[in-house]
């Protein structure tokens, strides 16, 4: 099946410093989606990029689509405690989204 | 907003045993999705549903799973003969253009 990279696995962040997970793929996506999901919670739907080179923001979150469809990252600016959680890519191909690995982010207060 | 419901939320069950999950998903979508996430992994493509039948499957929904819309509103997963490495959360998704809305997820735990 199709083979998502994330990096890193875990991240821990102080209150208000930056978050970025990266996620890759071998081979070119016709899209990518974002989700989040809370400890204990199910994945939440945050954005779908599909252009190349595409940027999106979401308030303190930035999405990036890379220029040859096969990378792309999300951005969390001045996190806060709310941004706790897993944060996956799913890239597609066919009719189904194949996620990532994830990004588990923890936020100090 | 709408939601996709999972019922149970949490099934246990013995070990070869038959279990059957249970979604309804929102009701003007038309693609349907099983995934699985085991503990502290990635959420895992099981099967998806289109038209009243399985359009894709991956390598995971072997014989052993079966899936079931039987009217109109429900979308089903049925394990046949549970194995211990079954235990996992179960979410069904559901969308229409893009953007899957999950449900709440059925946590299986075989023993």
């Known amino acids: 099946g199709q083979q998502v990279m994330q990096i890193p696995q875990y991240q821990h962040v102080q209150e208000g410093e930056d978050f970025t997970t990266y996620c890759n793929s071998s081979t070119t996506l016709s899209n990518i989606q974002w989700y989040k999901q809370r400890p204990g919670g199910h994945p939440v739907f945050l954005i779908q990029l599909v252009k190349s080179g595409e940027v999106k923001k979401q308030k303190r979150l930035t999405f990036q689509f890379g220029e040859a469809k096969k990378n792309s990252s999300l951005h969390i600016t001045a996190t806060q405690t709310t941004d706790v959680g897993t944060y996956f890519c799913?890239?597609?191909?066919?009719?189904?989204?194949?996620f990532g690995t994830g990004t588990s982010l923890t936020v100090i207060p | 907003e709408p939601e996709v419901t999972q019922t149970p939320s949490h099934q246990v069950t013995q070990m070869g045993q038959e279990v059957i999950l249970r979604c309804v998903p929102i009701s003007n979508h038309l693609y349907f999705y099983w995934y699985r996430q085991i503990l502290g992994q990635k959420v895992e493509f099981l099967v998806s549903?289109?038209?009243?039948?399985?359009?894709?499957k991956s390598e995971i929904f072997d014989d052993q799973f079966s899936v079931e819309r039987p009217d109109g509103s429900n979308f089903t997963l049925k394990i046949r003969s549970t194995k211990l490495e079954d235990s996992a959360m179960y979410f069904c998704?559901?969308?229409?253009?893009?953007?899957?809305?999950f449900g709440s997820g059925t946590r299986l735990t075989v023993v």
């Open positions: 799913a890239a597609a191909t066919g009719n189904q989204f194949y």
């Open positions: 998704a559901s969308n229409a253009l893009y953007g899957y809305t």
């Open positions: 549903f289109y038209n009243n039948e399985i359009s894709e």
